[in-house]
């Protein structure tokens, strides 16, 4: 097998079959209520089939579409992608109070979900052209100002999940470029201490946190969602009660079928389908980061860091609120979860990181070629050399010879 081949085999296996699994899980957490309810129990996962076909397809084309391209018109991404999250605070449509998707016909579309490819794709590029910051200065100029106005405008959404992989992402793209170590730490202290800031002066990020730190104080309030989760996780057991016999869905959990969906698959599948899950994401995790790590192209490497970090980062975030680790952000589980965007852009990411993996042996390859073009041509121009010194050399002896047979 090719070298970088296992590893694109890997990831493709291991995204289709999250694919699949989210669409099984998508119709299990919905069928129920919306029978209950008297609508269309297949309604959720029409829905979810029609974004999984169009990520596919985008899928598709970034794999054969040169990745290279992208480091050009990263400024363009950028500006568009801001331009679409200044637009949603004014035009998007309001749910549970955030404005964070725009709805354009039949389709809605979350711009935070551009952005967060936009700027690793810019952020790649920069740090691909340029040596690595050393300092806070060079840290925050531009890289830090186009992190703060993107998580300004999404934090306005509200939308703190988002940013919070925006900036593991950031984190990602600098280790690889050789930021120091502990420019990246204390860099990564300042902007959690700003979201804290920011946590604490909006009231339900607060209540969010708050009940984070102790659930069951408030468990038919704040903590409601939480405690929810850790029950299906806890009823579950080793083997789980079966596909589609979760009760935590019949309107126990809010959004069963999105940010809390891996509580679902604890109590339908047990221990075992968690496992499986956290096996999927790590598996995920090792092919996109050795793809990373024989890209030879510097752009390459840095854009396949950000990437795996944006999905595997969103999957660690969306767990571990789930579990109760960290609090509740309203991130979706990447694949898995039901969401038109969220789907939709981690499936054209993982064309791009299958492109760069197929391209890296592409690299090499020119590469090896253009060496020994400049092998071919230097031997060719020794034996040019040797030539003519050969025939000076028989210019001298003649000469000399002549020479010496005019002495008297």
């Known amino acids: 097998m090719k070298k970088g081949q296992l590893e694109s085999t890997m990831l493709i296996l291991v995204t289709l079959g999250l694919v699949a699994f989210g669409l099984v899980m998508v119709y299990s957490a919905t069928s129920a209520p919306a029978t209950l309810g008297g609508g269309d129990p297949g309604y959720y996962l029409k829905k979810q089939t029609v974004y999984a076909l169009v990520g596919l397809a985008l899928l598709l084309v970034a794999t054969r579409f040169d990745y290279r391209r992208l480091r050009d018109s990263s400024p363009l991404l950028v500006a568009g992608a801001a331009f679409l999250c200044l637009i949603v605070l004014g035009l998007g449509a309001s749910v549970n109070g955030a404005r964070r998707w725009l709805t354009i016909g039949p389709v809605v579309f979350q711009p935070s979900e551009l952005a967060k490819i936009a700027v690793a794709v810019w952020a790649a590029a920069y740090l691909a052209r340029r040596r690595p910051p050393k300092s806070l200065g060079e840290l925050a100029r531009p890289l830090g100002l186009v992190f703060a106005v993107f998580s300004v405008l999404i934090m306005l959404e509200p939308d703190l999940g988002t940013t919070i992989t925006m900036m593991l992402m950031l984190i990602g793209v600098l280790v690889v470029a050789g930021t120091p170590m502990r420019l990246v730490a204390t860099s990564a202290v300042l902007v959690s201490a700003f979201g804290l800031a920011a946590i604490w002066m909006e009231p339900y990020r607060r209540e969010r946190f708050l009940s984070f730190l102790n659930p069951w104080h408030d468990q038919l309030g704040a903590g409601f969602q939480s405690v929810q989760a ?3 996780l ?9 596909l589609g016999e979760s009760l935590l869905k019949m309107n126990y959990l809010p959004e069963a079928h999105t940010d809390m969906i891996f509580a679902i698959v604890g109590e339908e599948l047990g221990l075992v389908g968690v496992t499986l899950v956290l096996a999927a994401y790590a598996v995920f995790a090792w092919a996109g980061y050795s793809i990373a790590i024989q890209c030879k192209d510097p752009f390459g490497k840095r854009l396949a860091v950000a990437l795996t970090t944006l999905i595997c980062g969103q999957a660690i975030i969306n767990i571990a609120a789930v579990l109760g680790l960290a609090p509740l952000t309203g991130i979706p589980l990447p694949f898995v979860s039901a969401g038109g965007s969220s789907l939709v852009v981690a499936l054209a990411a993982v064309g791009l990181l299958l492109n760069i993996g197929a391209d890296d042996r592409v690299v090499v390859s020119a590469d090896r070629r253009r060496r020994d073009g ?8 020794g034996r040019r050399g040797a030539g003519r010194a050969r025939r000076a050399g028989e210019v001298r002896r003649v000469a000399g010879s002549a020479r010496s047979a005019a002495r008297p």
Not at 234 to 242: R, T
């Open 230 to 232: 850790m029950i299906g």
């Open 234 to 242: 806890g009823s579950g057991g080793v083997l789980g009660k079966g």
């Open 374 to 381: 400049r092998t071919r041509a230097a031997v060719a121009r």
